[in-house]
């Protein structure tokens, strides 16, 4: 691997597949820059330079981004570089032994969720691993550890993918329970309700086709009753809230390479790879029977 690079994506240890998206390393630009929301978790270790949040607090070298609802910004020092993971929908609790909604919309210091011993080490193999390709390595090696250790006793609620599209009411009768036990089931599992979750498998579906400029309608109008939303100002006020941009404000600047956009430029086998689990999601399943 080479040590200066854009962006590198690596496949997941074969224990950690189920529970890991791939591994991003990526070189970030030394301006303020957005990422997107996420229904997914997220691990972010620094591992050079220093990256400063909006609220100008440091991002801590060792992070957990819990499922968010709203974008985030932050600007990197020169020559900054990370190696992220998201972790599979209702996964986090496998590696952290903690409900997904204690991290939601949330930026947290590891050294908050486990053992400052534990992370003291971390960062001392991160230190002395040579390369990246070593670095990512400590990485998934810590991972497997974290996810091997004796946890509090967490029951994550397990259902098919394509299931997520039914009512609430009748998901709770097929799996057994209540509807009030179910919607707490499903928030400390997937760290968000079943009506955002929803929200976001539209929105995520939406963007990767407004990141790789293939609209399915010559008008953003006609994008948006295909996207499943409403009408218009529909589709721009779930976009605003969770990448501060329009879908126009966004096909223009990736258009224009705009640094700050680097987290939207990423081709659809990435996409896959890193930030959707396009497998376990039936998208038009999803935006067919949405309830908006």
Not at 37 to 62: D, F, I, K, W, Y
Not at 193 to 219: D, E, K
Not at 222 to 231: K, L, P, R, T, V
Request: net charge negative.
């Amino acid at each position: 691997m080479q040590d200066y690079l854009s962006h590198v994506s690596l496949a997941p240890h074969p224990l950690l597949a189920d529970v890991c998206m791939h591994f991003l390393v990526k070189d970030i630009p030394d301006c303020w820059y957005t990422v997107p929301a996420s229904p997914l978790p997220m691990l972010l270790v620094v591992t050079h330079g220093a990256v400063e949040m909006e609220n100008g607090q440091a991002l801590p070298p060792l992070t957990v981004v819990g499922p968010s609802r709203h974008r985030y910004r932050g600007k990197a020092q020169p020559g900054s570089r990370f190696i992220s993971a998201a972790f599979r929908p209702g996964k986090l609790s496998a590696i952290l032994g903690y409900p997904v909604d204690k991290f939601s919309d949330a930026v947290i210091d590891l050294a908050d969720v486990l053992p400052l011993s534990s992370c003291h080490e971390f960062q001392d193999k991160l230190h002395a691993a040579c390369d990246t390709a070593a670095k990512v390595e400590v990485v998934q090696d810590m991972l497997l550890r974290w996810r091997l250790l004796e946890k509090p006793r967490i029951a994550p609620l397990a259902m098919p993918p394509h299931w997520i599209s039914k009512p609430g009411d009748e998901l709770a009768d097929q799996l057994g329970l209540g509807t009030r036990q179910f919607e707490r089931r499903f928030l400390a599992s997937f760290g968000l309700s079943l009506r955002s979750y929803r929200q976001h498998l539209r929105y995520g579906a939406s963007l990767m086709q407004v990141m790789l400029g293939s609209l399915p309608a010559p008008t953003w109008a006609e994008c948006a009753i295909s996207f499943g939303y409403a009408d218009q100002a529909h589709m721009n006020r779930d976009f605003a809230r969770f990448t501060g941009h329009t879908p126009a404000q966004l096909m223009r600047g990736i258009a224009a390479q705009d640094p700050a956009l680097w987290a939207f430029r990423f081709n659809e086998t990435d996409v896959g790879k890193m930030f959707i689990p396009l497998d376990e999601i039936d998208v038009v399943s999803v935006q067919d029977q949405l309830i908006t």
